[in-house]
């Protein structure tokens, strides 16, 4: 999972990332995001449930539109096929 998260900052996270919305209940948070890849507008969210000790349980990220998730899928695959590599 770890090699995943880090391919995901590698993908995502360039000069143009910000969040633009928090949302927090108890131990669950919604974190809203905007980027641009390759001139890609991309929205999303990373939806993130913690334990009580505030330990990440479990961690999942949505993003939109169709052509944004085309263009993650093909980076993410090469960031993780350098690590295989």
């Known amino acids: 999972m770890v090699e995943y998260l880090a391919a995901a900052g590698q993908t995502l996270g360039n000069p143009s990332f910000r969040y633009v919305r928090e949302l927090v209940d108890g ?3 919604l974190l809203e995001f905007e980027t641009e890849m390759d001139g890609i507008h991309v929205n999303g969210v990373d939806i993130i449930h913690f334990d009580d000790q505030r330990i990440i349980q479990d961690f999942k990220v949505m993003v ?14 090469a960031q993780l096929g350098k690590t295989k590599g």
Request: net charge positive; proline share 6%; glycine share 0%.
């Open 27 to 29: 131990n669950d948070a």
């Open 64 to 77: 939109r539109p169709l052509k944004a998730v085309n263009k993650v899928w093909e980076m993410m695959a």
